[in-house]
């Protein structure tokens, strides 16, 4: 199977400007005499970068139950309503011929938990999800979520060994942003490895993002920032609520905002928000609803 080891040239930037910041500090390390400052936690912009991911896997999670439905039909328009309540109240349109999936939202969608989303996800696709080799790049005219709005380019490349094998898709998301309503953004790129554990019951499914996966960018506070997936990430789709769903139930990723380095814990399986942070002897427990 084709693994996380075959990154593409965006993983080799992040890496890069990674190290970056190594070095930056390192410099900065030799020409002070001055003590550093004791750590403490950040968790409000750690808690961001946190919502900003959750954005971007819902945005992934929408998508590939749409692909599903358009799939099944000859094009045109197509009936969300029953297969994902986040879409219950947009058009869903399929140019088969042109490969082109469109989700409109309109001016403002709202969904049973309560989530406002406006503006279109666009997906350009190239054969079907579940087969080997497909791919589809996804992008958004004027998109919101409860107010935030989401922009890149996110381009998904199935490398599953075949049709057998568990879905393993390759996600490369380049010019990604978050602008909150306040004029703050956070832009990201990312290069990850997802896997869609199936089960008997789709209720029951589990999609895994695993370990190695990394994102980069600049948070809210312009700060630079870098986070690496440490073991692997893990939602359930029965967890889906207002936030929940949205926040991974398990895994560990390490965040470092600047100079510091962060792990964020998101439990052992709990359907909730709560994730613990944790830097140096410093630890915090966050609950992300509240955020």
Same mark, same amino acid.
Not at 8 to 32: H, K
Not at 96 to 120: H, W
Not at 199 to 210: Q, W
Not at 277 to 288: F, M, N, Q, R
């Given at each position: 199977?084709?693994?996380?080891?075959?990154?593409?040239?965006?993983?080799?930037?992040?890496?890069?400007?990674?190290? @970056?910041?190594?070095?930056?500090?390192?410099?900065?390390?030799?020409?002070?005499?001055l003590e550093p400052e004791p750590l403490t936690i950040d968790d409000a912009n750690v808690a961001a970068d946190l919502l900003a991911a959750a954005d971007f896997e819902e945005v992934d999670d929408i998508t590939a139950n749409m692909m599903g439905v358009a799939e099944s039909g000859l094009g045109g328009r197509v009936d969300g309503n029953g297969h994902d309540d986040r879409c219950k109240c947009?058009?869903?349109?399929?140019?088969?011929?042109?490969?082109?999936?469109?989700?409109?939202?309109?001016? #403002?969608?709202?969904?049973?938990? #309560?989530?406002? +989303?406006?503006?279109?996800?666009?997906?350009? !696709?190239?054969?079907?999800r579940f087969l080997p080799g497909s791919s589809w790049v996804t992008t958004f005219e004027d998109f919101y979520v409860n107010d935030r709005h989401i922009e890149g380019i996110k381009t998904v490349t199935n490398i599953s060994e075949d049709l057998f094998a568990e879905p393993t898709f390759h996600i490369v998301l380049e010019e990604g942003k978050v602008t909150w309503p306040d004029e703050t953004f956070a832009t990201r790129e990312a290069d990850k490895v997802r896997?869609?554990? +199936?089960?008997?019951?789709?209720?029951?499914?589990?999609?895994?993002?695993?370990?190695?996966?990394?994102?980069a960018?600049?948070?809210?506070?312009? @700060?630079?920032?870098?986070?690496?997936?440490?073991?692997?990430? @893990?939602?359930?789709?029965?967890?889906?609520?207002?936030?929940?769903? +949205?926040?991974?139930?398990?895994?560990?990723?390490?965040?470092?905002?600047?100079?510091?380095? !962060?792990?964020?814990?998101?439990?052992?399986?709990?359907?909730?928000?709560?994730?613990?942070?944790?830097?140096?002897?410093?630890?915090?427990? @966050?609950?992300?609803?509240? +955020?």
């Open positions: 199977m084709k693994t996380i080891n075959s990154f593409s040239v965006i993983t080799q930037r992040l890496f890069f400007a990674v190290a @970056v910041i190594g070095a930056a500090f390192a410099v900065s390390c030799t020409t002070t005499d947009a058009e869903v349109t399929h140019d088969k011929e042109a490969q082109i999936i469109t989700i409109d939202f309109g001016e #403002g969608c709202e969904d049973d938990n #309560g989530i406002v +989303r406006s503006g279109k996800i666009i997906i350009n !696709y190239d054969g079907k896997v869609w554990k +199936r089960a008997d019951n789709p209720l029951l499914d589990e999609v895994h993002i695993l370990a190695e996966s990394i994102t960018g600049i948070n809210r506070e312009e @700060v630079k920032y870098s986070c690496v997936v440490i073991e692997d990430l @893990v939602f359930l789709r029965t967890c889906r609520g207002k936030q929940k769903g +949205r926040i991974p139930v398990a895994g560990v990723k390490e965040v470092t905002l600047g100079e510091n380095v !962060y792990t964020v814990d998101f439990g052992d399986g709990e359907c909730d928000t709560i994730v613990t942070i944790t830097t140096g002897d410093e630890s915090e427990t @966050v609950d992300l609803s509240d +955020r």
